[in-house]
């Protein structure tokens, strides 16, 4: 059998919904289940319907539920026009009643100017809730032999509500008993939810809809599982800052979640976790263009070498000076427990004698951080900072390598226009014992023109 995971771009109105079970018919020989995000933009408005809640904004908050609700009406109707409308009833009375408790959830929120975590997730639940009636109701409408799965029965996970973290044994035993993949059938299922044991709703987080598709995967000892998006799979960077980016044909594993990790938003950083468990292959297509290139992400790639380059914005540096580090043990451990103990998630890390210096994907650290690593020295804040990376297995032992990188940056600091922040303008430097990722901390604003510089180097071609 095979995992087909379509995102919110590919499930946007009836249209492309129609184009997503095309590509699921032509498979239904492999036994599919279709894994789908909520139709494009829909989680964003039910964030803003919370905000708007919660602020009082009712009006506001009313004009966006009823977006929602006209939006899934008319794919709907749209997508069961061919039907007899004894067949179409059902699968409106269905969409109605998700929309009438929707409805009640943003009455509940805006009365009590309040939205918990809890109650976020089940709002937010209601984006894939929908699309995947309004697919079911689709496959349907084309003949197709299929069963709409309900997520929150089969994958069970945590209490962190909003990055639920899956108790996959459970989950496994539960996807097993009540999914049985055969040809000729399509089994659809919402990505992005779960509940926990006590049947409460629950997210996996943002874009935890890839994540869904290869937990599925693993359960069932997929063959494979494609992940259809609006992009040519993988690429060597981000095409919107470097036109001249290509599809990346093969990756491995790590190389995918050290890219997806640093700035690759085509997957979730979590996604393949339950694949690499598996060994299954996973697949990042273009639902866009079908026939288009692709990236296999395997085990084991067909060669080393630099694969891509990603950035992130938005970073933070905390450096917590403190001559009580020098020749004493137990420094790190404290100064990294204050850390967890606000939920702060560290990237790259840097340590001298006497300071300690680590990376945040965090425009802002909680001020409560900052007041508990005062107590052990003093800290630097610095923020507006970027992580560069460069991801390719194997291709650090050589010394010119790594020389070329930073002439490279180098060139872009000391070009016109270019800034001067510490030596050539890096700020901190991560070289990982795997040799796969290079990550370089440094100024936001020269992210784009270092990606630009190193993308024309190392993968271009000279003339």
């Avoid at 085990?299 to 694969?307: E, F, I, T, V």
């Avoid at 014992?433 to 190193?454: A, G, K, Y």
Wanted: glycine fraction near 8%.
């Amino acid at each position: 059998m095979i995992v087909l995971k379509f995102g919110g771009t590919s499930v946007k109105d009836a249209h492309w919904i129609g184009n997503t079970l095309k590509i699921a018919e032509q498979r239904l020989d492999q036994a599919p289940l279709l894994v789908s995000s909520a139709m494009a933009g829909v989680t964003d408005t039910l964030i803003e319907i919370a905000h708007f809640s919660v602020e009082g904004e009712i009006t506001s908050a009313q004009a966006l539920l009823e977006g929602i609700k006209s939006s899934h009406r008319a794919a709907l109707t749209d997508v069961t026009a061919s039907l007899d409308q004894t067949v179409a009833e059902p699968w409106k009375v269905r969409l109605e009643e998700l929309l009438d408790d929707l409805a009640v959830l943003v009455e509940g929120m805006g009365l009590v100017h309040e939205a918990s975590p809890r109650s976020r997730d089940a709002l937010l639940s209601f984006g894939e809730l929908l699309s995947t009636t309004v697919i079911a109701a689709a496959a349907r409408a084309r003949g197709i032999s299929a069963t709409l799965l309900d997520s929150r029965e089969l994958i069970m996970t945590s209490t962190d509500f909003g990055a639920a973290r899956p108790d996959l044994a459970e989950t496994t035993r539960r996807i097993t008993a009540q999914v049985s993949p055969r040809p000729g059938h399509l089994y659809i299922a919402q990505g992005f939810i779960g509940s926990t044991t006590n049947q409460v709703t629950t997210t996996l987080g943002r874009s935890g809809s890839d994540f869904s598709a290869t937990i599925f995967g693993a359960a069932l000892e997929a063959e494979q599982v494609e992940i259809w998006t609006d992009v040519d799979g993988i690429m060597t960077s981000d095409p919107r800052i470097v036109p001249s980016a290509r599809t990346i044909p093969e990756i491995s594993y790590s190389e995918a979640a050290e890219l997806a990790y640093f700035g690759a938003r085509v997957i979730h950083p979590a996604t393949l976790v339950p694949a690499v468990e598996r060994n299954i292959p996973v697949v990042v297509c273009n639902t866009h263009n079908p026939e288009g290139p692709k990236t296999h992400i395997l085990k084991s790639p067909s060669r080393a070498g630099l694969r891509a380059i990603a950035g992130r914005r938005g970073v933070t540096i905390i450096t917590v000076f403190s001559s009580r580090m020098l020749n004493t043990w137990g420094f790190l451990s404290r100064m990294f427990r204050v850390f967890e103990t606000n939920r702060v998630s560290v990237d790259l890390i840097a340590t001298s004698e006497v300071s300690v210096s680590v990376s945040l994907d965090l425009p802002d650290p909680p001020p409560a951080l900052l007041q508990e690593l005062a107590i052990l020295g003093s800290v630097q804040v610095d923020r507006d900072k970027a992580v560069f990376s460069l991801v390719g297995e194997g291709m650090w032992k050589s010394p010119e390598r790594i020389r070329d990188v930073f002439d490279s940056v180098m060139s872009v600091f000391s070009g016109p226009g270019g800034v001067e922040s510490g030596p050539g303008g890096v700020e901190m430097i991560s070289l990982g014992s795997s040799e796969t990722n290079l990550s370089l901390v440094i100024p936001q604003d020269q992210l784009d023109p270092v990606m630009r510089e190193i993308h024309q180097r190392f993968f271009t071609a000279p003339a």
